[in-house]
């Protein structure tokens, strides 16, 4: 909803100053996006990945390609550039998907479960790339996980949901703290959702997420 | 917040909303074609069907010598038939690829960006037009290997250039539609089945109109198939003469690649829903 991809049922929101039903070419322009599908495109190279989305952004013709091998060499994908994304391996394709994102320089990047089926060192990869681009681009950085180490290491803010609903919100210090003392995230990820999140969801979210993770891996 | 508060850090040079509408189609249209061009297989693959149907079909149905074609071999009269069979079957591949590409997350991230839904829907129908352009000129070239009299000044191939793509266009869109209905593979194909063949037998391609009973003429006349094979008749073979007339043929068409992109660009992203 907040990527403009889907319209809210009731209520409204505010991306980047922008209202998510009346004005979402506004907000697009404004946000990058890495959903938790594979969004490059297999069929074409690294490099042409970021072409055709340079070109859909209307970066200068005179910039392009610059600004492209900038995003290569960030996301340490320069050797990689003529290779075609189907012979990438995991992580190069999640690197190259962020790089994507980034390319337009976007004020908020939104990311749906960015280190699912990633192997620890490829999860560390992407980790640090990501905490370059809040530190020297300033860009917001909007991700969901079921990681609560990743939630509690990484992140500022963290809002736990269940059914659908933020049952909590803070710092993880806040949340952790509220779950009592020398708690964990999972335990405070446990106090505020009960016990009974197992039953949430059904086969074919199950499905999807081992694809998904399946076609990373 | 006021909105002036966020504004895009990317250095853009402003640009008028229509040379961004173009810029974005044709990017859409170059990543298709740059992914036919790393695996130009299909290509190949898709190459067979037209051949055999001329080949075999064509020159043994040849010995048929009551066909009402209006006085010209009867291979000459299916060659534009084949011609428009080939622009069907490779445009209407693109609802399937569509599927596939919101099962990846590629869609997903199209329209995430700023692109216009009709630019994102008009640059995949681009590509269809020029895809068949490969096709177009095996079918000519079998033609020709086959004593096919085709017409062979740049004006009529020019016109037949302009309707194989009109006609890629419309069964690109109508391939997009009907995948944004269906929404699996599964289901698509299907009734890709079930739409393909009566398009190309409820058509003038193979015979003419008039061989067929009064409900299948009406039907027929309904087939965006018959106006195209009905001008690629007149502008590609020595002899072909279009029933309905080309303008006719070039203002039917074009309205219902108009219409089509349109309910197209309409439903385009509630296949992520």
């Known amino acids: 909803m907040l990527t403009t991809l889907l319209p809210p049922t009731s209520g409204g929101a505010e991306v980047a100053g922008f209202d998510v039903v009346r004005q979402p070419r506004q907000i697009r322009r404004r946000i990058g996006y890495v959903p938790q599908a594979i969004s490059a495109d297999g069929g074409l190279t690294g490099y042409e990945n970021l072409l055709i989305f340079a070109k859909i952004y209307g970066l200068p013709r005179s910039e392009r390609q610059e600004r492209i091998q900038t995003v290569l060499d960030l996301m340490e994908l320069g050797e990689a550039r003529s290779t075609l994304v189907q012979r990438y391996s995991g992580g190069m394709v999640r690197r190259l998907e962020i790089g994507l994102a980034v390319l337009h ?23 640090q790339h990501l905490q370059e681009l809040h530190r020297n681009e300033g860009t917001t950085i909007f991700l969901t ?12 803010r963290v809002a736990i949901l269940h059914r659908a609903r933020v049952v909590g919100i803070g710092s993880p210090a806040e949340l952790k703290a509220s779950a009592g003392a020398h708690a964990t995230m999972d335990d405070a990820f446990t106090h505020y959702t009960g016990a009974a999140t197992d039953q949430e969801g059904n086969l074919e979210d199950v499905a999807r997420n081992r694809d998904t993770a399946s076609r990373l891996g | 917040m006021l909105p002036e508060t966020v504004i895009p850090r990317a250095a853009w040079a402003e640009q008028h909303p229509l040379l961004e509408f173009l810029r974005q189609t044709v ?11 790393h695996d130009p297989q299909e290509l190949i693959t898709r ?40 622009v069907l079957f490779v445009s209407v591949s693109y609802g399937i690829a569509l599927i596939w590409e919101r099962d990846l997350g590629i869609l997903h991230k199209f329209l995430s960006s700023p ?19 490969p096709h177009a000129a095996v079918v000519y070239g079998l033609a020709v290997l086959l004593g096919v009299r085709v017409r062979a000044n740049p004006g009529m191939v020019l016109q037949v250039i302009a309707f ?9 869109a109508l391939s997009l539609i009907v995948a944004c209905l269906l929404r699996t593979r599964q289901r698509f194909m299907g009734i890709n089945q079930l739409l ?51 303008s006719f043929d070039l203002t039917i068409l074009s309205l219902i690649v108009l219409l089509l992109v349109a309910i197209a660009t309409k439903i385009y992203p509630r296949l992520i829903y």
């Open chain 1, 105 to 127: 320089r976007p004020s908020i990047l939104f990311l749906d479960e960015p280190t699912v089926g990633l192997d620890p060192t490829a999860r560390r990869t992407v980790w």
């Open chain 1, 145 to 156: 996980t079921h990681q609560m180490t990743e939630a509690d290491t990484f992140c500022d």
């Open chain 2, 27 to 37: 990017a859409v249209a170059e990543a298709e074609l740059r992914k036919l061009f």
């Open chain 2, 47 to 86: 190459s067979v069907q037209p051949a055999l149907w001329l080949i075999v079909f064509g020159r043994v149905f040849s010995r048929l010598r009551d066909m009402p074609t209006g006085g010209i071999p009867y291979l000459d009269f299916i060659a534009p038939g084949i011609l428009a069979q080939s």
């Open chain 2, 115 to 133: 692109a216009s839904r009709s630019a994102l829907v008009l640059g995949k129908t681009l590509s269809a037009a020029l895809r068949t352009l």
């Open chain 2, 164 to 172: 194989t793509s009109l006609g890629a266009m419309l069964f690109c």
């Open chain 2, 196 to 246: 393909l063949m009566p398009l190309f037998f409820a058509s003038n391609a193979l015979y003419p109109l008039k061989m067929m009973n009064g409900w299948l003429q009406r039907i027929s006349g309904f087939n965006p198939l018959t106006y195209l094979v009905d001008a690629l008749r007149a502008a590609m073979v020595r002899g072909g003469q279009s029933t309905y007339g080309l």
